[in-house]
């Protein structure tokens, strides 16, 4: 059935709604250049000359009503309002062109008290089948009496941007209006960024509502007990919420009202990369029919995908509805976390393998978002690199990150929450030196975490980070659990010790203007 766009000013005669993901199968196969469908049935499209999000083209529109909100810098670049009407314009000038369009109407949030309706508007079907996989599902009682949308997604990615219009650097453009409650893309076919764009938006105005919007995975035991995990790319967020004795609430984005934890999502976005079916068979069976592999090398022949091969790029990924991993829970609604877990991986080796931390220490991390990659791959290069990003996430954030770990802090008080620290990182050394901490002891760790073993556990500070770390844990040998007493070289380790301190200190002196005493004297101790 067609669809007019008449009130977005786009005159499109064939615009379908929300089709099944047969029709969209169809559609990209015609119509797609690159399009294919895998052995397992998921639609291979590939994403043009970007492979992955372009953050220093995001840009949010100035507006005398939100200029006070937002936390303005290189995440938040400002844009004029003529500016963007002047892309909004292109963009709907360039689907005016197109012989047809397609429309996704769908929610985000799970709970109904706090969803908000997204209206997706795009040329391509991958889009919106992507789209159609990530937003929540309405039922056709639901999209019949859906209304007009909250925010309206303009997706014209094949048309570069005019590097005419004030503000605009380049070809590619990201804008998000929230006056206008709109958000337009060009010069780039990249998926993600439609998802991302959804969660900036969450992001801004679930804290209007006191609602704690999250960068993070969550999963629920048999008794109830909701955990969340915080974590950057490479500690093991996706890995360690997936666990078979425990239901999936999300993979990727939540929130936390006075009523529980609910995902913004419909769907699941996992890195495709390296995919084993033994070490992560719920993702690789979930890539079938209405999933979608982005970027992948398959065989022509066979349609079988070689998930090891990065030729067209590292960040190969597939989109698939949550309901696609067998233990997920539906609707994907938890109540009150009993543990926030904050991931790192540590190649320096000084942040124990797991630890407790006080609301102070909680707020200090989760606006510090820490882990280490090693640096680079030239050859004798093995000094490990720091990287932070403020909540886990900040590439989305809107506000100032102190107001989200005001919210985090809140709640971990009023619910009387465990948080715990947990290295995935490198023991007994630096990259280089030490290994890397088995798979087995973390979840061993993440067990006696969720059981309540560690809470009954003795914990000594750290002289240095101030974190509380538990003597001993079971299945985990007790001599790992203190990081200077896996070092050969003392001096090396208190070395080392000081010198992640003062990246710390360095890093934060972004947010010190605006964090209280008690949240700067969780910092670690910088001589």
């Known amino acids: 059935m067609t669809f007019s766009l008449q009130q977005h000013g786009i005159r499109v005669a064939k615009v379908l709604r929300n089709p099944s993901p047969a029709v969209l199968y169809e ?48 995440v938040n670049v400002g844009l004029e309002a003529g500016s963007f009407d002047s892309l909004r314009t292109q963009a709907v000038d360039h689907l005016n062109t197109c012989g047809r369009l397609y429309v996704i109407d769908g929610f985000a949030g799970w709970d109904p008290r706090y969803r908000i309706r997204i209206r997706v508007i795009c040329e391509r079907a991958y889009h919106a089948l992507f789209m159609q996989n990530m937003l929540i599902r309405p039922t056709a009682e639901e999209l019949d009496s859906y209304g007009e949308p909250d925010y309206v997604i303009y997706n014209a990615g094949r048309a570069a941007a005019d590097t005419g219009i004030p503000g605009v650097k380049n070809s590619t453009s990201v804008s998000l209006c929230f006056d206008r409650r709109e958000f337009v893309i ?54 360690l919420s997936a666990d078979p004795d425990r239901a999936l609430i999300g993979d990727d984005e939540h929130c936390w009202s006075d009523e529980g934890v609910f995902n913004i999502e419909g769907g699941c976005y996992a890195k495709a990369i390296n995919l084993d079916p033994k070490a992560e068979p719920e993702i690789f069976n ?5 999933a979608v592999l982005e970027n992948v090398v398959y065989d022509r022949d066979t349609r079988e995908v070689n998930y090891e ?18 233990n997920a829970k539906l609707p994907c ?15 320096f080796s000084v942040l124990p393998p797991v630890s407790r931390l006080t609301p102070a220490q909680a707020m200090y991390h989760f606006i510090s978002g820490y882990t280490a990659k090693v640096a680079g791959t030239e050859m004798g290069v093995t000094e490990p690199e720091a990287t932070f990003s403020a909540c886990f996430g900040a590439p989305f954030l809107v506000w100032h990150p102190t107001r989200y770990a005001a919210l985090l802090a809140e709640r971990i008080r009023q619910h009387d929450v465990g948080v ?12 280089g030196v030490g290994k890397r901490m088995s798979i087995a002891h973390t979840r061993a760790i993440i067990d006696a975490i969720h ?17 509380h770390i538990p003597v001993s844990c ?41 964090a209280s005493p008690e949240l700067l004297a969780a910092a670690p101790r910088v001589e």
């Open 309 to 326: 091969d990065g030729t067209i790029t590292e960040n190969t990924r597939c989109s698939y509805p949550v309901e696609f991993i067998p």
């Open 474 to 514: 079971p299945n985990v040998p007790d001599e790992v659990l203190v990081p200077s007493n896996t070092w050969q070289d003392p001096r090396a380790y208190q070395e080392t010790a000081r010198k992640l301190a003062r990246l710390f200190h360095e890093n934060f002196k972004t947010y010190a203007d605006q």
């Open 333 to 347: 609604i938890g109540g009150h976390p009993s543990h926030v877990i904050f991931l790192t991986c540590d190649a």
């Open 186 to 239: 060009l010069g780039t076919e990249y998926a993600g960024e439609m998802k991302k764009g959804v969660f900036t938006i969450m992001n801004y105005i679930m804290p209007k509502q006191n609602v704690l919007s999250m960068h993070c995975s969550a999963n629920e035991g048999k008794d109830g007990d909701v955990s969340i995990f915080f974590g950057l790319s490479g500690t093991g967020k996706t890995t």
């Open 27 to 74: 559609e990209a196969l015609a119509h797609e250049h690159g399009s294919a469908i895998s052995a397992t049935g998921a639609l291979i499209a590939k994403s043009g000359a970007k492979t992955g999000r372009s953050p220093k083209d995001k840009r949010v529109v100035q507006h005398d009503h939100i200029n006070d909100d937002v936390w303005w810098g290189s």
């Open 420 to 431: 715990w620290m947990v290295n995935t990182g490198w023991s007994g050394g630096p990259y």
């Open 451 to 467: 059981d309540g073993s560690l809470d009954q556990v003795e914990t000594v500070p750290d002289p240095i980070f101030g974190v």
């Open 286 to 290: 979930a890539i079938r029919f209405g």
